[in-house]
């Protein structure tokens, strides 16, 4: 054996015993807490016993050990890299402000090429219930396509593609561009799309915005006022970011996690809009219900336990936030290996793209993280999923997503026979970025549909995506 190989296995195995050592300590620590929340002892079970205990006891088992040790160094370069550089998260549209319902002010982004009746400058922070297509009427059944919008000067028609202007030569009114509303999920902001944001600016009206209390959009004004948050009034922001921007013309939305379930409440609030506007769905790594049978990769008894307990460790945590923040800081290394186990699937990740998908998990408050995490048990929106049956849809999950695993996406697709289902092999909860050339291609796919059922026009570099070589990534048919 050679000096290097020497040095190499000396290296391994002092990390191998100090992952050993963190792997006991971090069991230690949620037994413990396990112990002291039963007993409602907040204070002892300690800041940052709390923090590792409830969110790590699973991780830490399943991670390899070069990635405490070897890896860490990796990390901290691609941070480097991605502070300096700042390429993930630094595309960026027009700025709005959209007021929900309860007065909390979401921020919106418009991006894309297809908005050309859009004002060259963005709308003054206070014009909260402005519209982009203002006075537009409301939508009617159109000729040759689904939807045919009363209003507008965007260019195409309702026979789309290459005939797109015979329809304006008829006198129709044409059909505007596709537009595209991209929810983000659970712990993440607008800036998880970025991918998808740099392939389809051609051509297409894109909306990305802020769920509540997530990113740049406002604390929720009614959490703040007592009322517990709830998924049912995601799904009323995204009615209020609709109605505020693209009021009139076809609509595709696409939702990851806690945003295909925000899809879902707007369906089951308001199934009109999906018969007469919404010309296709995605669903990326989400559930339509049954989430507290979710195991998080800990045993039964570890689970039930997690679940029982989390929502109120979770609360006293929210009640120490500079603290509990400053020990997310100190943490960094551990916590980012548990990031990374929830996150992704693959080992082959970018560096650069795990510290990107860090950041954004970072920069949501350890009071938000409570504010949220209780909905989950109670989304159950299984029925809602009937307005979806008529309209071409995408599901797609990762066969190693530990948030929401591969049977919650097989249990929505189950209830929609015509719905394209995509299991991906080792694939974990962050598709869009762990495979963001898949996931570019299914929603390619999914917008060629689109456009052909509503008549809108569609772009040519959507067009060639759709119509590209496969990616280099195989779909496993036995789980679909």
Not at 84 to 109: C, K, Q
Not at 387 to 405: E, H, W
């Amino acid at each position: 054996m050679s000096s290097e190989e020497s040095g190499l296995s000396a290296v391994t195995g002092a990390a191998a015993g100090a992952a050993v050592e963190a792997v006991q300590q971090v069991k230690a620590v949620a037994g413990s807490v396990a112990s002291d929340v039963a007993a409602g002892r907040w204070r002892r079970a300690g800041l940052v016993g709390l923090s590792l205990g409830v969110v790590a006891a699973g991780a830490a088992a399943g991670v390899a050990v070069e990635r405490l040790t070897i890896g860490r160094d990796m990390r901290r370069r691609a941070g480097a890299e991605v502070e300096a550089a700042a390429p993930f998260g630094s595309l960026r549209g027009r700025p709005r402000t959209v007021a929900a319902p309860d007065g909390t002010e979401l921020y919106v982004e418009l991006d894309g090429s297809g908005w050309q009746d859009a004002p060259q400058t963005p709308p003054a922070a206070g014009a909260a219930g402005s519209s982009v297509d203002a006075g537009s009427s409301a939508p009617r059944k159109g000729w040759l396509g689904r939807f045919r919008p009363g209003g507008g000067t965007a260019s195409g028609g309702p026979l789309g593609g290459v005939l797109s202007g015979v329809g304006s030569m008829l006198g129709m009114v044409p059909t505007p561009p596709l537009t595209v509303v991209f929810c983000h999920g659970y712990c993440l902001n607008q800036d998880c799309w970025h991918f998808q944001r740099a392939a389809f600016r051609e051509g297409l009206r894109l909306v990305f915005w802020d769920q509540r209390s997530h990113g740049r959009s406002e604390r929720s004004r009614s959490h703040l006022a007592g009322e517990p948050a709830s998924i049912d009034q995601l799904g009323g922001d995204l009615k209020a970011v609709i109605d505020a921007v693209a009021p009139t013309g076809p609509l595709v939305l696409v939702g990851h996690s806690m945003g295909g379930m925000t899809v879902m409440a707007l369906a089951d609030q308001h199934p009109e809009l999906f018969r007469e506007r919404v010309a296709a769905v995605a669903l990326l790594g989400t559930t339509a219900g049954s989430w507290s049978g979710v195991t998080l990769g800990l045993p039964a008894y570890g689970a039930r336990m997690l679940h029982r307990v989390a929502p109120g460790v979770l609360k006293a945590l929210g009640r120490q936030r500079d603290l509990v923040e400053r020990s997310r800081r100190l943490g960094s290394d551990l916590t980012s290996v548990v990031y990374r186990k929830f996150s992704f699937g693959r080992e082959d990740v970018d560096p650069a793209v795990e510290r990107f998908a860090q950041r954004l998990l970072e920069a949501t408050p350890i009071d938000v993280v409570a504010e949220f995490f209780p909905a989950f048990d109670l989304h159950e929106k299984t029925a809602a999923l009937a307005a979806f049956r008529d309209i071409p849809t995408l599901v797609m999950g990762g066969d190693k997503d530990l948030l929401t695993p591969p049977r919650h996406s097989q249990a929505i697709a189950a209830e929609l026979p015509d719905a394209e289902l995509i299991i991906v092999p080792d694939a974990g909860h962050l598709l869009m970025l762990e495979l963001p050339d898949l996931v570019n291609t299914q929603l390619a796919l999914l917008l060629e549909q689109a456009a052909r059922g509503s008549g809108a026009p569609l772009p040519q570099p959507v067009r060639d995506l759709a119509l590209g070589t496969a990616p280099a990534v195989a779909v496993d048919e036995s789980l679909t």
